[in-house]
C-alpha cells in the first residue's frame, strides 16, 4: 500500500488519541487537514495562525514523536495556515516564518495572509453614514463599586472585578464569569469592572456589549459578507464584557465566532468578562469547547443577599436619593422583599412615590400597603429556603431533619425533592443548590433530580409527592 500525506496523518492521528485527553483531541487535531507528503516533510493545514501557535506550545513533543515513528528521524512537519482573505484580494501574500526555538520538529514553513496595509475597520457599533473611528465603550457610568454594596452573597464576585479592574488580562480571573439569578446584579457588576479599567487605563479599549446585540451584529456580518471584518474588530478590544452569555445557546455559528474571538484574546493578554443566569454546568445548549473555556478563569455566583445587605443597599439608595427615612420602614421593606435587589429598589422608589405625590408621611402603615401590592405584582421567584420550609412541613419534619446526613428513605426523598424543587423554581446553581440543602455537591443534586424524574414516572405515591408540593409552589 502506498504511503500517502493521508495515512501518515491518519496513523499519527491514531496515536496522539491514544495520549492525550478526548476533548483536546476534538478542539486541536480534528481540525487539521494532510495536505501533501513531500521528501519526508509532511505538510497539514490549520485554521489560523493562533492554532499554529497553541500546536507549538503544547503539543509539539507528541506531534514529533508521532511523526518520528512514521517517518524516521529525519521527519519534517510543515503548517500551512489558510485564511479567508478579509479586504477581498483574490491571492494571499505569504510569508515563511523561521522555525521555532521550542520546537523538536525540523521545520516549519507557515503560510500566512499578510495585510500590509491597514484597511479601515468595519465598526458594528457605527451608524451607517457617519464616520466615527473611535470605539465607545457603551458602558453605563452610573453602575460602580462604590454603588455596589459588599455582602456575604456577592463578596467573591466583586472582590474579583476589584482584582481584574486593578490589571485587566494579568490575573488568573480570565475570563471572570460572573452568574446568577435575576436581579442580583450582575449587570452592575460587569459595567463597574469595564468603568473602573476605563479610569485606571484610559488607553485600553473597553466594549460592553449584550450577548443577543453581538449575535444580532454577527448574523448581520454574514449577511453582507463582513464576517472577517466583524472577527477582526472584536479581536482589537483589550477588555470584552458580554452581558447574559446563555443567549448564545445553540446558536452554533455565534457561538463558532466567539471561540476564535475568545481565542484570540485570551492568548494576547486580554480580558474577557462574562455574565450569565447559569453556571457553566448548568449550561444547555452550548459547545464543549466554549464551556470548557469559560471555566479557564473563575465562575463567581451572586446570590440572594441576606437581611443586612438588603438593608445597606435600601439605605445607600435612599442616601442617594437624598431621601430619609426611618429605619423601622427600612427595615420593614428589607425583611419582605427578599428575591433580588431590583425589585428591592423597586418596592422603595414606589414607596417614595406614593409619600412625594399624596403628600402623605411615610408610615409602616403605608409601606405595608406598597409592599403588599408590590410583591403581587411582582412575579416572584420561590427561594430554597421557602422550598425547604414547603417541603419539610409536607412531610412533617423540620428543615434540619431535611438537611441531615441520615439515609432513612424518607428523609433522603424528602431531601432530594427540595433539591429537584430548587432546581426547577430557582436560578440558583447546582453547586449552590446542594451547599444550601445540607451542604451536598452539585452531583448529588444531579442524581436526586434524576431520582425525582424516574420515580414519578414509576411510583404512583411519589408522583402525588410532586404534584401536590408543585401546587404549594406555585400559589
Same mark, same amino acid.
Not at 483589550?238 to 452581558?243: A, M, T
Given at each position: 500500500?502506498?504511503?500517502t500525506?493521508?495515512s501518515?496523518w491518519d ?6 488519541k491514544? *495520549?492525550?485527553q ?9 481540525p487539521?487537514i ?23 506550545e ?6 514529533k ?5 512514521? /517517518? ?9 495556515i ?10 494571499p ?13 525540523k521545520?516549519q514553513d ?12 468595519? *465598526?458594528?457599533f457605527?451608524?451607517?453614514?457617519i464616520? *466615527? ?12 463599586f462604590?454603588?455596589?454594596?459588599? &455582602?456575604?452573597?456577592?463578596r ?12 485587566? &488580562?494579568?490575573?488568573?480571573?480570565n475570563?471572570?464569569?460572573i452568574? &446568577?439569578g435575576?436581579g442580583l446584579?450582575?449587570?452592575h ?10 479610569d ?8 460592553y456589549?449584550?450577548?443577543?446585540k ?8 454574514v449577511k ?5 471584518d ?7 478590544i ?6 447574559d ?8 455559528g455565534?457561538?463558532d465566532?466567539f471561540?476564535?474571538?475568545f481565542?484570540? /484574546? ?26 470548557s473555556?469559560f471555566?479557564? &478563569? ?5 446570590q440572594t ?8 443597599i435600601l439605605?445607600?439608595?435612599l ?6 427615612m ?15 435587589v431590583?425589585e ?13 405625590f ?6 409602616i ?8 401590592k408590590?410583591v ?7 427561594s ?19 438537611q ?21 423554581f430557582?436560578?440558583a ?5 446542594g451547599?444550601?440543602?445540607?451542604k451536598?455537591?452539585?452531583a448529588?443534586?444531579?442524581h ?28
Open positions: 500500500m502506498s504511503v500525506a493521508q501518515v496513523n499519527c492521528l491514531e496515536f496522539i491514544d *495520549n492525550i478526548p476533548q483536546a483531541y476534538k478542539t486541536w487535531f480534528e487539521i494532510a495536505v501533501k507528503l513531500t521528501d519526508n516533510a509532511l505538510s497539514v493545514q490549520v485554521p489560523s495562525k493562533f492554532f499554529y501557535e497553541w500546536l507549538e503544547h503539543y509539539v513533543k507528541i506531534l514523536v508521532s511523526l518520528t515513528k512514521e /517517518l524516521g528521524e529525519t521527519a519534517k512537519l510543515v503548517y500551512i489558510k485564511m479567508e482573505n478579509t479586504y477581498g484580494n483574490k491571492q501574500f505569504t510569508e515563511k516564518i523561521p522555525s521555532s526555538n521550542r520546537s523538536s520538529v521545520s507557515v503560510d500566512i495572509p499578510l495585510n500590509n496595509k491597514s484597511p479601515e475597520l468595519r *465598526n458594528p457605527v451608524i451607517p453614514g464616520r *466615527n473611528v473611535k470605539i465607545e465603550s457603551q458602558l453605563n457610568p452610573n453602575y460602580s462604590e454603588n455596589f454594596l459588599e &455582602g456575604d452573597s456577592n467573591l464576585a466583586r472582590s474579583a472585578g476589584l482584582a481584574v479592574s486593578a490589571k485587566p &488580562g494579568g490575573t488568573s480571573f475570563p471572570l464569569l452568574f &446568577g435575576v446584579g450582575k449587570t457588576l460587569a459595567h463597574a469592572i469595564g468603568v473602573d479599567i476605563k485606571k487605563y484610559p488607553e485600553k479599549t473597553v466594549l456589549i449584550s450577548a443577543e453581538f449575535t444580532q451584529q454577527y448574523i448581520d456580518a453582507k459578507n463582513n464576517r472577517n466583524f472577527i477582526h474588530f472584536y479581536q482589537i483589550d477588555v470584552l464584557i458580554i452581558d452569555v446563555q443567549f448564545f445557546s445553540g446558536k452554533t455565534t457561538q465566532v471561540f476564535h474571538i481565542n484570540h /484574546l485570551h492568548q494576547n493578554g486580554k480580558q474577557v468578562i462574562l455574565t450569565s443566569d447559569k453556571a457553566p454546568v448548568d449550561m444547555q445548549d452550548i459547545e464543549q469547547r466554549l464551556l473555556r471555566k479557564w &478563569g473563575l465562575s463567581a455566583e451572586l443577599p441576606d437581611f443586612e445587605t438588603r438593608v445597606s439605605k445607600n439608595k442616601y442617594r436619593d437624598g431621601v430619609e426611618p429605619e423601622d420602614i427600612v427595615e420593614y421593606v428589607a425583611k419582605n422583599i427578599k428575591t433580588n431590583r428591592l429598589e423597586g418596592a422603595i422608589i414606589s414607596l417614595i412615590a406614593q409619600s412625594s399624596n403628600k402623605k408621611e411615610i408610615t402603615d403605608l409601606a405595608r400597603v406598597i409592599v403588599e408590590f403581587k405584582n411582582t412575579k416572584r421567584e420561590v430554597i429556603d421557602y422550598i425547604q420550609k414547603i417541603v419539610s412541613d409536607y412531610f412533617q419534619m423540620d428543615i434540619d431533619t431535611l441531615s446526613k441520615t439515609r432513612k428513605r424518607h428523609i433522603v426523598q424528602a431531601r432530594q425533592l427540595a433539591m429537584f424543587f430548587a432546581k426547577k430557582t436560578k446553581s447546582l453547586a449552590s443548590i451547599s444550601q440543602i445540607g451536598r455537591d452539585h448529588t443534586v444531579l436526586a433530580c434524576k431520582t425525582v424524574d424516574n420515580l414519578s414516572s414509576t411510583d404512583k405515591q411519589f408522583r402525588k409527592y410532586v404534584e401536590d408540593i408543585t401546587k404549594k409552589l406555585s400559589v
